[in-house]
């Protein structure tokens, strides 16, 4: 990811139900965290996308990658930033940090599908949503 400011963060705090025996949050919690802010990016520029709501276009998430640099502990206020990487026909890639202060703890990678719930298959991504997406990965 590019040194300068990601266009999307979240904050969230570790809970105590995040963690594992060993006291650090749990390695699937961190994609969790990725979920929700994948989710709330994904919202702020395509505002019709509703996760709970079968609708003729949505995403189908197809990969993940999560490389973890650090643990987070109980109360630790980790805070995810979203960037689009590769932005094809009918898929986008999203990248993520996530750090506790200056401290990254995990980064990856998601690949959602452009999804059409009424037909049962890939869809090319909304124009319009694709234009967001170029822009934001570029910009």
Do not use: K, W
């Not at 963060?9 to 570790?14: G, K, N, P, T, Y």
């Not at 995403?59 to 987070?72: D, G, K, M, T």
């Not at 805070?79 to 932005?87: H, L, N, Q, S």
């Amino acid at each position: 990811m590019a040194a300068d400011e990601p266009p999307f963060s979240i904050v969230e705090r570790v809970r105590f139900g995040d963690l594992d025996a060993m006291q650090h949050m749990n390695n699937v919690e961190f994609l969790r965290f990725f979920e929700t802010a994948r989710i709330e990016y994904l919202r702020g520029l395509f505002p019709d996308h509703q996760p709970t709501r079968r609708q003729e276009f949505g995403f189908i998430f197809a990969e993940c990658r999560i490389s973890y640099r650090a643990p987070a502990f109980y109360d630790d206020s980790i805070r995810t930033t979203i960037r689009p990487g590769e932005v094809r026909r009918s898929s986008l890639r999203l990248e993520f940090e996530m750090h506790v202060d200056e401290r990254l703890v995990a980064e990856g990678y998601g690949v959602l599908v452009g999804y059409d719930y009424q037909e049962g298959r890939s869809r090319p991504l909304p124009g319009e949503l694709r234009e967001r997406l170029e822009a934001a990965a570029t910009g």
